[in-house]
């Protein structure tokens, strides 16, 4: 018995890592009489055929999962690669936050990559600015920042050390680079990679289908680009979890129920108004404030 990965189901075929190599399985009439649900990710142990050099298996058991992610749907994430273009188009930081409530909320590592380091320095060359002040206030927070350049190379090894022997999903919306950053980790493995539309600044969807591909020493999951996500189920006093420059800071408040919205003697509004506080990120929770409340009402 050999155990491995699942990479994708197609055809009534399923396709797991194991051992170095890509097996093709079938599945044992208990899963088909189950209806059982595979998911990328999903860990399973497989019964290679007599002739074992033609790579070909049975599924024999799938092991319990540790998470899962239902956009996209995959299994057993160790870690959420947040991928957004530094420029070109300017990174939507309203859905680079309510990404990282997701995984937040999901038990998933994020770590943040911003592309296009190569433009963005030309830009800011060219119109006289200076510092990286976006990826500044999400590296002050404390979460893993990487600013990178697919075409250039930078900052594309201490990538790689990350992803080794683990299973990580890129997300973020078309245009801000996947593609490009994981083909610049995987020399030899190229993925389509989609243009800016000069009319909209948008990128074109570019990715189909979800499945695991070997990258770097892990596997990654090549996923269809979106540009929007709902908030997942939870209480409106769950939310400032999902902050850490809040959670760190609540029990300062006045009220252990403050919601930071309205509330007197809030120490959350306190560090707002000292900048210590993204103002972005405070406008932020309280627009998916307003949208768990009224989930929650709905529940």
Same mark, same amino acid.
């Given at each position: ?34 209806? @059982? ?38 299994? &057993? ?16 930081? &309203? ?26 320095? =030309? ?63 995987? #020399? ?6 989609? @243009? ?47 902050? #850490? ?27 707002? =108004? ?26």
């Amino acid at each position: 018995m050999i155990n491995g990965f699942l990479l994708k189901g197609y055809g009534g075929f399923y396709y797991v890592y194991a051992e170095d190599r890509v097996w093709e399985c079938s599945l044992r009439g208990r899963f088909r009489v189950k209806d @059982q649900e595979f998911l990328p990710g999903d860990r399973v142990n497989i019964l290679p055929e007599e002739e074992e050099e033609e790579n070909k298996a049975t599924i024999e058991s799938v092991e319990p999962r540790r998470n899962v992610l239902t956009r996209p749907a995959i299994a &057993n994430v160790d870690q959420a690669i947040l991928v957004f273009a530094m420029t070109s188009p300017k990174p939507d930081l &309203n859905l680079l936050d309510r990404l990282l409530i997701q995984v937040t909320d999901a038990g998933i590592e994020p770590i943040l990559v911003f592309t296009k380091l190569d433009k963005y320095e =030309e830009d800011a060359l060219n119109d006289g600015s200076e510092g990286h002040a976006i990826t500044d206030v999400y590296r002050k927070i404390g979460y893993d920042v990487f600013e990178v350049s697919s075409e250039t190379g930078q900052g594309i090894d201490q990538i790689a050390v990350r992803l080794t022997n683990k299973i990580s999903v890129l997300a973020g919306p078309s245009g801000a680079g996947k593609s490009s950053l994981f083909n610049a980790l995987s #020399p030899g493995k190229k993925l389509k990679t989609g @243009q800016i539309s000069l009319k909209s600044k948008r990128g074109r969807h570019t990715t189909r289908h979800v499945e695991l591909m070997v990258c770097a020493g892990g596997l990654v999951a090549d996923t269809p680009g979106f540009s929007s996500l709902f908030l997942p189920e939870m209480k409106r006093a769950e939310l400032t979890d999902c902050f #850490p420059e809040f959670a760190n800071r609540r029990r300062l408040c006045r009220f252990n129920s403050c919601l930071h919205d309205k509330e007197p003697n809030c120490a959350i509004k306190a560090a707002l =108004e000292t900048g210590e506080i993204s103002p972005e990120r405070y406008e932020h929770y309280l627009i998916f404030l307003k949208e768990v409340i009224e989930a929650e009402r709905k529940y």
